[in-house]
């Protein structure tokens, strides 16, 4: 019995003083802040105490390229060794061995026991050798962190988040602040001036716990010496042994914010209107801007400058900037801008590239050139109407001569030959007299309803009228005046009826016949219809002549048109009627155009509402 109990006994002694090590060993891995040999040092000196005659054993443990023994170290007898092992790498090793020479029969079984042991021991090596690499390594980032904040121009702060204390400080912040290292210890961040109002610094502390980081937040804070200052702030929240800190970096932009205020005051002096742009974005105008534009500040910050610049002009804007910040040379242009009342404004604009709140921007400069541009246009017009005057002159004099002298000579014969003159022949020279007398009644007519019509003095009385009615009528008339044409009228069998002056749209048939008879063979056909389209009524006037070019189509409505083609065209007149058409049919709230090719006659089309006639209750013919 009482061998039982000595057999049992030894082994649970044993195993009792190798976990007893075991928690030595882990308690000196747990020991914050004590070096790696001071360590070793004290596993050298626990390591005998696991075994029963502490005495007896001795052990060397190598790391780091040095070597840790037990006084009583020796090279030779019974030693056991283990490699430590560092992320599956060899850190080092462990040998323990023992004084005496045991029994051969008991030395296989201890062998195997005392193996496992020292196993487990060079694996808790490893464990204190990986953990002193690791708060090496943090401890020399947290000497270069150190280092950077001291070469750093910034204002740097380390602060606890739970009650906002300062930790730490760079040079800078004490130079910055006019306080000293003492000073800037015994302070919180609350207590630094950066947070005046409590309810600020809650929000602040809320946004950072949420988003980890805030960048560029500007704020005015007092210092010792200077007074007031202006920062710019970015915080980042970072966890250290595991306690919350706040890292703070402050740049002083006082300067750049009097430099600011001072180009400000400048610009907003200036006769010219400035505005900065980034990424197509305004961020500032001011005041001469805000004039021209008639936009305040608040409603062109971050606006789009294009907005503001009518669609044909903004190609005109962009390659204005595009170019000048590619060739880095003066290049004026000039484009129109639309005013916030709807005016149209037109400005010259020079840019450049320049460093605005620490980005690339747009430096621009726009010089109001609206009275310059209508100065221009008003001298072109000038020039335009004294050439037209003397075009005018000479063909109204050449238009005039032709039907006069007819007028004058036939009436002279009549006067000086009646009583020889046969009954054909006086009636012949009358109806000459007569024709002449027409033309020159038209030609004076269309210069005066031009005149009127460019004076402002024209008025249109209008009444509900027959379309078809009146069609009928200026195309009888014309057939009756016109003997080498056919002209027909094609019509529907029914037409509403419309509010116009009767008396002038018969006026514009009437020219659009005329002048298709002028530029058409004789004996082809003049067609001339009219058709309900939607709320309007779509005339047609259409010959079989020799075409307009397309190039001219649009041109043919001008004034004085004719002048330029009147020699080679080979017809008379003055260019007049096209354009009095034009006129009156705008006059009446329609629009007219033309539909030509070379060689395949000419269309002439106008429209006029119905909707106003409609309302009136107009019945259709």
């Not at 649970?12 to 747990?30: A, H, P, V």
């Not at 009528?473 to 057939?479: C, E, I, K, N, Q």
């Not at 629009?591 to 429209?607: C, D, H, M, Y």
Request: contains cysteine; proline residues 3%.
């Amino acid at each position: 019995m009482n061998s039982y109990k000595t057999s049992f006994k030894q082994p649970l002694e044993k195993s009792f003083r190798e976990l007893q090590c075991l928690y030595d060993i882990t308690r000196i891995t747990g020991t914050p802040g004590k070096p790696l040999d001071a360590r070793i040092r004290e596993v050298v000196d626990a390591l005998p105490r696991a075994f029963p005659r502490p005495s007896d054993i001795f052990c060397r443990i190598t790391a780091g390229g040095r070597k840790h023994t037990t006084p009583n170290f020796r090279k030779s007898g019974n030693i056991y060794a283990a490699d430590i092992l560092v992320q599956g790498k060899s850190a080092g090793k462990l040998e323990v061995g023992g004084v005496k020479t045991r029994r051969k029969a008991k030395a296989d079984s201890l062998e195997k026991q005392d193996m496992l042991f020292i196993h487990a021991v060079a694996e808790q090596l490893g464990v204190i050798i990986e953990k002193q690499q690791t708060e090496d390594a943090l401890n020399q980032a947290e000497k270069r962190i150190y280092q950077a904040m001291n070469i750093t121009p910034a204002v740097i702060a380390v602060t606890r988040l739970r009650d906002g204390r300062i930790i730490d400080v760079n040079d800078n912040y004490l130079r910055f602040y006019g306080y000293t290292r003492k000073e800037a210890m015994k302070q919180t961040l609350f207590d630094a001036g950066q947070w005046r109002n409590k309810a600020d610094r809650a929000h602040f502390l809320q946004v950072l716990k949420k988003q980890g980081v805030i960048i560029d937040v500007e704020a005015t804070v007092p210092t010792k010496n200077d007074g007031e200052r202006n920062i710019l702030f970015s915080a980042n929240l970072v966890t250290l042994h595991g306690e919350e800190y706040v890292f703070v970096v402050t740049l002083d932009v006082t300067e750049q914010k009097r430099r600011q205020e001072f180009l400000r005051s400048v610009c907003d002096a200036s006769p010219s209107a400035i505005f900065v742009l980034q990424g197509e974005k305004l961020k500032y105008t001011n005041n001469q801007f805000q004039i021209i534009t008639g936009y305040d500040q608040s409603e062109m910050q971050d606006a789009n400058l294009l907005d503001i610049v009518p669609a044909a002009d903004k190609d005109v804007v962009r390659s204005n900037i595009a170019y000048t910040l590619k060739s880095q040379k003066p290049y004026p242009a000039e484009y129109r801008i639309l005013h916030k009342d709807g005016q149209i404004k037109w400005v010259m604009q020079s840019v450049a590239l320049i460093h605005y709140e620490g980005k690339e921007a747009v430096l621009g400069s726009l010089m109001d050139i609206t009275e310059r541009k209508n100065l221009e246009s008003r001298v072109i017009e000038y020039e335009e109407l004294n050439k037209m005057k003397v075009g005018i002159l000479a063909t109204v004099s050449h238009e005039l001569r032709t039907p006069l002298a007819a007028v004058k000579g036939y009436a002279t014969m009549i006067l000086d030959y009646y009583p020889k003159l046969k009954k054909e022949e006086t009636i012949e020279y009358l109806i000459s007299i007569n024709n002449s007398a027409d033309k020159l009644t038209e030609l004076v007519n269309n210069l005066i309803d031009t005149s009127r019509i460019d004076a402002g003095l024209f008025e249109l009385v209008k009444s509900s009228a027959s379309i078809t009615n009146l069609i009928k009528s200026a195309v009888r008339l014309a057939s009756l005046r016109i003997k080498d044409h056919v002209i027909m009228a094609d019509l529907p069998a029914r037409l509403p009826r419309v509010m116009i002056n009767s008396q002038r749209i018969k006026q514009v048939v009437e020219n659009l016949i005329n002048n298709a008879a002028k530029y058409s063979r004789g004996g082809t056909e003049i067609v001339v219809s009219a058709v309900k389209k939607g709320n309007e009524i779509q005339f047609s006037v259409t010959d079989h002549g020799r075409g307009i070019p397309a190039s001219e189509l649009k041109r043919i409505f001008d004034r004085m048109y004719k002048i330029e083609h009147r020699y080679y065209s080979g017809v008379d007149g003055i260019g007049l009627g096209l354009h009095l058409c034009q006129r009156l049919v705008e006059a009446h709230g329609g629009l007219i155009w033309a539909e030509s090719a070379p060689g395949q006659g000419t269309t002439v089309r106008f429209t006029l509402p119905v909707i106003a006639a409609e309302k009136t209750g107009g019945k259709g013919v």
